[in-house]
């Protein structure tokens, strides 16, 4: 029998409400932190934001595998990204397959956006998660919308004592749930309806229907992707949404659980996603103001002669970001990074202290370090990226 505390039970679903004035306040924000990221894109250079977009796309596909338990080597994801984005990578990577899916999926939902979200699109996208047909424990069914007649639960615990966090719809009523779903996200694609709002409504109605058999985690956001680069009508890929839903996985879940129960007035929800939006604007912001910060570097030293050594770790330490090279810059991670005999190495370090292009910490003898010169960035030696 089915429990009539979620969502799809209710006699109104899938129709959804949500009290827009209450939205009204958290919206402007998350309008405003969108604006000052696009603003702030269009400031910088082709070659800097496609760094941004590398390095936000590459943190969104770790976050959202981990937000799955499944963890990726970030260098290997970073290579893939770089190779998409036309970017030289730093060193080439073997990709796994899997890998290689979950971008595809989402080079797919963002460059692909002014098109029909469709079944077909879809179950290939799912397939694509899982190329070797599951995993090493088990196999699933891919392509295609589960089928099974067990129910499809979310649970938790040991055996026999599992805690029931979600149960779907039966799967006989997934094909029509989808239809009305695909139905609703095309036909609003486009209109007066807010985009933010839009997205999270998506990735609330896809995952209470839980299509597949495995990946509906990773398709919904990649859904939300999709919604947001509908809403500004560009194949962006600087919203790092999936980021700032790792970071706030506990509350992720929850939000979601609590979206799901009961007669399907989802502005508690509506509310969570669109702080989320906000917020993840505003870690992309961080990261062109510090693509900035390179771009300034250079210029302020455009006229100074560097040896190609110097240049080499220049870059190294402004890639992790100003005052985020771990432990600072020292003499052994000199020669390590060039090859540079030890000599060499202290008399490189020696003439950017002279040009003005490093300080040197407060540590001294064997744990000298130093750090990059920029004026108005605080200097953290300890500090991990």
Partial sequence: MVDTVWIWASPSWPHLTYDYERLAGPLRRARAAGDRLFGKAEAIGADELALVQR?????????????????LELASVR?????????????????????EGLLDVMESAAADWDSDLTEERLCRWQGSLFPGGGSALRSIATGCYRSHDDPMQIVSGPSGRETVHYEAPPSAAVRAEMRNFLDWFNRTRGT???????????????ETIHP???GNGRIGRAIVDMALAQDVRLPTRLHGVSTELRRRQAEYYDALNQAQRG??????????FTSVCADSCQASAALIDEALVRARFWSDHKHVA?????????????????????????????VAMTGAATATATRDIVSLLDKGMLVQGDAAGRST???????????????KR
């Fill in 55 to 71: 390095d936000v796309w590459s943190g969104e596909a770790v976050a959202t595998a981990a937000i799955e338990g499944e963890s």
């Fill in 79 to 99: 290579s893939s990204v770089a190779r998409r984005l036309g970017i030289t990578p730093v060193f080439v990577a073997s990709v796994p397959r899997n890998v």
């Fill in 192 to 206: 007066s309806f807010d985009g933010i709002l839009r997205a999270g409504l998506a990735h609330l109605w896809f």
């Fill in 212 to 214: 597949f058999e495995d």
């Fill in 263 to 272: 007669t399907g007035d989802v502005t508690v929800w509506l509310e969570w």
């Fill in 306 to 334: 560097l040896n190609e050594r110097q240049r080499k770790v220049l870059n190294k330490m402004l890639e992790a970001g100003p005052g985020r090279f771990e432990g600072g810059l020292t003499q052994r991670k000199y």
């Fill in 369 to 383: 370090n130093y750090n990059l010169s920029i004026p108005g960035w605080a200097w953290t030696p300890t500090a």
